[in-house]
């Protein structure tokens, strides 16, 4: 497997350099003054696994989850209600 990851690598970075159109949207880039680093990402996992988990997991559904005042008062002043329905909310 490491060698085929080396191997793809070499592969797409030779893909990428030799695509006239990626090649002219970095110079069209940096001659705006920005540097440009392109980064490729894969996932490679067996056949018998699937490539994304059925459910991800994410901070905001973290029942534990404790705001400060300071929080709490910046989301007010977005407009933004954190948990509306939880008893003892300063949104309810």
Same mark, same amino acid.
């Given at each position: 497997?490491?060698?085929? *990851?080396?191997? *793809?690598? =070499?592969?797409?970075?030779?893909? *990428?350099?030799?695509?006239?159109?990626? =090649?002219?949207?970095?110079?069209?880039?940096?001659?705006?003054?920005?540097?440009?680093?392109?980064?490729?990402?894969?996932?490679?996992?067996?056949?018998?696994?699937?490539?994304?988990?059925?459910?991800?997991?994410?901070?905001?559904?973290?029942?534990?989850?404790?705001?400060?005042?300071?929080?709490?008062?910046?989301?007010?002043? *977005?407009?933004?209600?954190?948990?509306?329905?939880?008893?003892?909310?300063?949104?309810?």
């Amino acid at each position: 497997m490491p060698a085929l *990851l080396k191997r *793809l690598i =070499v592969v797409m970075k030779s893909a *990428l350099a030799e695509s006239i159109e990626v =090649v002219r949207v970095v110079e069209d880039i940096e001659t705006c003054g920005f540097k440009v680093m392109l980064v490729v990402d894969a996932i490679i996992q067996p056949f018998e696994q699937p490539l994304w988990s059925s459910t991800p997991s994410s901070p905001a559904s973290d029942p534990n989850l404790e705001l400060s005042t300071e929080d709490l008062s910046w989301l007010k002043s *977005l407009r933004i209600v954190p948990n509306p329905d939880q008893p003892n909310s300063p949104f309810s």
